[in-house]
């Protein structure tokens, strides 16, 4: 898969794309209709998606809150796109400047000219260009125009709901872990590098993996998981917290986890927790002890999860 960052330099070396467009913040199970789409396009077309970086909600100042921005960041959406049968992946510097761009000039120089689109797929609600006007019936228009091909898919419904980012984003952060995991298809996850904790865990007998997370990277709900951490291409069953361990009074948000039958050091490396289910609130305990009960009970539950199938 080629990957482009500079596109005022770029030069295509095929003849024809096919091609889609967007945001991609999830690649959920709508995205994915739109993928798997441009893969069934003729041999001898380039398949084509264009994104972006940084996430436009950041840019444009319509998310503020920390945490609560990018369902998965761009290392994890590069890491995710590879997954699939896809050419060429373009990452769009997006800007302000990029925003004002009109519609017509977005698909004159950059779809047309620079990545010779001669399909394009859309979601239903898909738009680009300043004001947004860049829509499915403003491709139809311009495709007599420019020669190609334009389809829209219809939104992808799960159980009668729209799958959509923003829905899945309020899922997360409302600790709905499951069904956001359906409307993903696949496992949420979080990437980051572990660093030292209060290292409180270990004095317990319940050592934990603390990451260092993006703050643009949404966290789901404060509480106790279960799940997954992936580590050297192995996944080891894991109890998941996050929270503010009020038990200890502590100030900071911190994202941890104690991995079953793991006992390697590996402060500074990279890691994913995966998220299968919510098991608890976070609660401040009267002591040591009745904290390692509930620890104990918690890994118990862990313990049951079978071998992982949806980490990604």
């Not at 789409?37 to 444009?60: A, G, N, W």
């Not at 991995?259 to 590996?266: A, N, P, Q």
Request: glycine share 8%; with cysteine; charged share 30%.
């Amino acid at each position: 898969m080629q990957i482009v960052h500079n596109i005022e330099t770029f030069k295509a070396d095929w003849e024809y794309a096919s091609l889609t467009l967007g945001v991609f913040d999830g690649i959920h199970l709508g995205h994915q209709a739109l993928l798997k789409k441009i893969q069934i396009q003729k041999d001898s077309y380039k398949r084509v998606l264009v994104t972006y970086h940084p996430h436009p909600d950041l840019v444009l100042g319509k998310i503020k809150e920390e945490y609560g921005t990018e369902i998965f960041t761009y290392e994890e959406k590069l890491a995710l796109l590879q997954k699939y049968d896809i050419d060429v992946v373009v990452f769009l510097e997006f800007t302000k400047e990029l925003a004002n761009t009109t519609a017509e000039d977005y698909l004159k120089k950059i779809l047309i000219d620079k990545l010779k689109a001669k399909f394009i797929v859309i979601g239903y609600d898909q738009c680009f260009g300043k004001n947004r006007e860049g829509n499915y019936q403003f491709l139809l228009e311009k495709s007599k125009k420019y020669n190609f091909i334009v389809e829209r898919i219809e939104p992808v419904l799960y159980e009668g709901e729209v799958v959509s980012s923003s829905r899945i984003r309020e899922l997360l952060k409302k600790g709905e872990i499951e069904k956001a995991n359906q409307l993903l298809g696949k496992y949420f996850f979080i990437t980051g590098t572990v660093v030292k904790g209060f290292q409180r865990g270990r004095t317990i007998g319940f050592p934990t993996a603390n990451l260092d997370i993006p703050t643009t990277k949404v966290i789901p709900k404060i509480g106790v998981y279960r799940g997954y951490c992936e580590y050297g291409g192995i996944y080891y069953k894991a109890m998941i917290n996050i929270g503010y361990n009020p038990t200890f009074n502590n100030q900071l948000l911190s994202v941890e986890a104690h991995i079953l039958d793991f006992d390697k050091m590996i402060y500074g490396e990279q890691i994913k927790f995966h998220f299968v289910d919510r098991l608890r609130d976070e609660k401040k305990f009267s002591g040591i002890e009745e904290l390692k009960e509930q620890l104990q009970k918690d890994k118990e539950k862990t313990m049951l999860l079978p071998p992982c199938e949806k980490c990604y």
